[in-house]
């Protein structure tokens, strides 16, 4: 089965750093787009950046030139680096990825569970 697995998340203050991971498991035979999503309270989820096998990436007017989307390929890894953090970008973080498992001609869309980011004022 692909899993993936966020990890990074946690409380920091206005304008601190964090740096999200996403590493994609099980049998896979090829992962296309990768992307980060988030979800506030009350809210829609809604993509913050997204990344390309090729390493095209597209950002969210709210994060660009404070978030960075980068992929290590070879770990089936997506990071997401987060700088100048607002209390705004407080919220639920989710990775998402377009793969196709070994067992499969299809790709689709998978989903991580989840982590936290609390950033205070």
């Known amino acids: 089965q692909v899993q993936l697995v966020e990890s990074g998340g946690g409380l920091v203050q206005a304008g601190g750093s964090l740096r999200l991971s996403c590493a994609a498991s099980g049998s896979i035979f090829s992962i296309n787009d990768m992307a980060w999503y988030r979800q506030a309270p009350g809210k829609q989820r809604d993509l913050v950046a997204a990344i390309t096998s090729g390493g095209n990436t597209g950002y969210a007017n709210s994060v660009k030139g404070r978030f960075t989307i980068a992929r290590d390929n070879a770990k089936n890894t997506v990071y997401l680096q987060m700088n100048s953090l607002k209390p705004e970008d407080t919220a639920v973080y989710y990775c998402?990825?377009?793969?196709?498992?070994?067992?499969?001609?299809?790709?689709?869309?998978?989903w991580g569970q989840g982590t936290q980011v609390t950033v205070s004022s």
């Open positions: 998402n990825a377009h793969i196709r498992p070994e067992d499969s001609r299809w790709f689709r869309y998978y």
